[in-house]
């Protein structure tokens, strides 16, 4: 194993796609030995010194997530970056996954050299997607990608993770979205930092004319974000190419001014710690849990707890009771 992490880190670094898919697997990884090979490839490569920019493409299934990365990424190959695509695949497997879905609808971006596109799992060994999507983004610019688009499934707390891994949020609507449903979309609007109006086919048929100014309008009521930026909307087609020039120039440009301005490496510092803590809880409980007296605690003050919905406290207190006599024997 020693010797493979050695070859595969010198191979990694010269960008080689294969290697960068076998470090993946490992991160992503079931089995123990592997993903602490993962661990050891990651540690040898250490922080990479240049930092890539980390695009998080949010919004319901359908909207054309993977459409619209495919017309930046190849807008960006011309602009002379390299550019990788993790999209979080909710039905992949750790082991393998459904690499077809998202490779055949970037069928043009996955045909070029400079790209490299990956299924990513929504869960990691320890629940939640942002430590092995964080690893797998280290790994890629490790490898030399300078951008990196994240690609949500577009519902559930995928969403709000992609924020801890991603320097610059997108979200993606469509024209004649009611306003419950932007609603819904409100908890994911807070966090992002561009909203993009895709196939807008016609940019000035009246649908897109009142859903640009319904965000607009929606924009308002959003808190500010930390940056202190104004969330700006954009109408795009990601079929026809219209408006994908002047996206990359906003995504290029908002990174560069975060960067100059220091929040780009802050904001990564305070992530990783909360990255950091979210693994640290999961590998705690997966640990704490495998014990079947923990267990069997467990279960009987979920049985009791049903029963009795005012004894929260006393149901944790009788997990937590055999949690530290199981600690301390
Ligand atoms: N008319 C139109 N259709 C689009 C546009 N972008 C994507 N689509 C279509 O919308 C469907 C879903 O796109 P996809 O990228 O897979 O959406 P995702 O689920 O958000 O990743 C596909 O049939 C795309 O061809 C656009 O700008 N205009
Ligand atoms: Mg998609």
């Known amino acids: 194993m020693e010797a493979d992490i050695l070859t595969l880190a010198e191979n990694l670094k010269k960008g080689d796609p294969a290697a960068l898919a076998r470090a993946i697997t490992w991160v992503e990884s079931h089995n123990p030995a592997k993903r602490k090979a ?57 082991s393998g996954g459904s690499i077809l879905g998202d490779k055949t609808r970037m069928a043009r971006l996955s045909n070029r050299a400079e790209a490299f596109i990956r299924p990513s799992p929504s869960r990691s060994v320890f629940g939640g997607l942002a430590p092995h999507t964080c690893e797998s983004v280290f790994l890629c610019e490790a490898a030399g990608f300078s951008i990196v688009f994240i690609e949500t499934v577009g519902t559930g707390q995928s969403e709000a993770d992609v924020a801890y891994v991603a320097d610059i949020l997108i979200l993606v609507n469509v024209p004649g979205q009611g306003d419950e449903l932007q609603g819904i979309k409100r908890g994911i609007m807070e966090l992002c930092d561009l909203i993009v109006l895709n196939k807008a086919d016609d940019e000035n048929s009246s649908e897109v004319q009142r859903s640009l100014a319904y965000i607009k309008q929606a924009i308002n009521y959003l808190p500010a974000r930390a940056h202190g930026r104004t969330i700006e909307a954009l109408a795009v087609s990601a079929l026809k190419g219209k408006g994908i020039n002047i996206l990359a120039d906003k995504i290029e440009k908002t990174f560069k001014e975060l960067e100059t301005e220091g929040y780009i490496f802050s904001s990564r510092q305070q992530k990783i710690k909360f990255i950091f803590l979210q693994y640290l809880r999961n590998a705690l409980w997966a640990q704490l849990t495998q014990s079947a007296h923990v267990q069997h605690a467990l279960n009987r003050a979920l049985e009791r707890i049903s029963e009795n919905p005012t004894e929260l406290y006393p149901c944790v207190e009788e997990v937590m009771l055999m949690i530290s006599k199981k600690s301390n024997s």
């Open 38 to 94: 993962g661990s050891e490839l990651l540690r040898l490569l250490g922080p990479t010194k240049t930092s890539s920019m980390r695009v998080g493409i949010s919004g319901i299934p359908g909207a054309g997530k993977s459409t619209l990365i495919e017309a930046l990424g190849l807008e960006f190959i011309q602009r002379g970056h390299k550019v990788a695509v993790l999209s979080i695949d909710p039905s992949s497997t750790i």
